[in-house]
């Protein structure tokens, strides 16, 4: 298992890597309806901190495969082999979700983290194996840290439910700190090109899932209620958002712009709030959909910020991590930090603040259009 050339020409995702990012939208899609059933029933606090934390832990061992099989890639059957037994892992951690939301039970999330992860040790300790000098040692510390940080996630069953919020901040920083400390002496090989296309695929995985997702929010509000004229505007603004949300993600080419690991930390751990809103907006639908009814225990405000505020989020984090490196100018900057403020605005629409937002969206897309076809994008920092 050796290192890959950073230069590589035509690197793209393998049928392998697709599969497993495949393997991700059961856990997305669980905690997402979570979260929906927790705020629909009007429990913020409790819905938001465990869909951080289960997110968290998803994106997390999403993140750290993608970026080791970038640099380390071999396709061989060993390497499929453990690879299967992370997707399995991804499985198990998804089919305790529920319990973890509802009775704060974390056993079955932490038994299938543990599978993900120590298979992610058996990779890396692989690596090790096959290399020398700087490169050995930056192998074996990210096999040590991610074990020592699998033993800190004890703590999510063993102690008291109240401890578990103080828990989880403590080991996901230890989680976050790995990386940096791994890779103090030496980089890993990463390629560019291949990591923004595997982040690319997967944030049109998670979009995905929020199509899915509102669509059978508004599939079983028609069957119980055959009101177009409630369920079209909720429908049209959610698909406008989606699809804004595309085009504002991939209207810049980023792997010219990730050069070093500086560069590619920010942008890379900036992503689980690219992530993470995107997902949350199709939560946000079906709470949007469950509130016109009148089954929901919020407030027609309250509602139409489970989709403003995770939407102007998203528009935001895509500027602030990734867009901005390629616009020019003042007015270019500006679009997409504007937008998301009069998406908050929205808000304050009521049942026709879903719409509102999707037509903020459209015309940020068309504005961002306009602008870039006049001035031309910024060169690459």
């Known amino acids: ?64 495969f993608s970026w080791f099989a970038s640099a380390y ?26 319990r973890a939301f509802v009775h704060g039970d974390f056993t079955v999330v932490w038994c299938g983290y543990l599978v993900m992860r120590l298979a992610m040790v058996t990779q890396w300790l692989r690596a090790a194996h096959a290399c020398r000098g700087a490169e050995r040692r930056t192998a074996l510390r990210y096999a040590l840290g991610v074990t020592v940080c699998q033993i800190g996630w004890l703590g999510l069953i063993a ?11 403590v080991v996901a920083l230890l989680e976050l700190a790995v990386p940096a400390l791994a890779e103090r002496e030496r980089q890993t090989a990463w390629h560019p090109h291949h990591i923004a296309e595997r982040y690319g695929l997967f944030t049109l995985i998670v979009l ?14 028609l069957d119980a209620r055959d009101e177009l ?4 505007p909720i429908a049209g ?34 992503h689980y709030l690219v992530f993470g809103s995107a997902a949350a907006v199709g939560a946000g639908i079906e709470i949007a959909v469950e509130e016109a009814f ?14 403003t505020v995770p939407a102007a989020l998203f528009m935001m984090t895509v500027w602030l991590i990734h867009s901005r490196h390629h616009k020019r100018g003042a007015a270019q900057q500006l679009v997409l930090p504007v937008s998301s403020l009069l998406v908050l605005v929205c808000t304050f629409a009521g049942h026709r603040a879903v719409l509102a937002a999707g037509l903020v969206a459209s015309g940020t897309v068309a504005a961002g259009v306009l602008l870039t076809s006049r001035q031309g994008a910024a060169p690459v920092e």
């Open 1 to 64: 298992m050796r290192a890959r050339r950073r230069d590589e020409p035509h690197r793209t995702a393998t049928p392998l890597e697709l599969f497993f990012d495949l393997c991700f939208v059961v856990a997305i899609a669980q905690a997402g309806q979570q979260l929906a059933h927790a705020l629909a029933e009007g429990h913020p606090g409790h819905g938001i901190s465990g869909y951080l934390m289960l997110f968290f832990a998803i994106w997390w061992a999403w993140m750290n």
């Open 229 to 232: 004229s409630v369920l079209l």
């Open 237 to 270: 603004g959610g698909l406008l958002l989606v699809f804004a949300a595309y085009w504002i993600y991939f209207a810049v080419p980023i792997h010219r712009h990730l050069r070093s690991n500086r560069q590619a930390f920010r942008w890379g751990y900036g």
């Open 73 to 98: 890639d071999t396709d061989d059957p060993l390497y499929r082999v453990v690879t299967l037994v992370q997707m399995a892992g991804v499985l198990i951690l998804a089919a305790g979700v529920p």
């Open 294 to 307: 009148g089954r929901a225990q919020l407030s027609a405000f309250a509602a139409a910020g489970c989709v």
């Open 159 to 169: 102690l008291p439910r109240e401890d578990i919020p103080r828990v989880f901040a």
């Open 208 to 221: 995905g899932e929020t199509v899915a997702a509102a669509t059978v929010a508004v599939q079983s509000a």
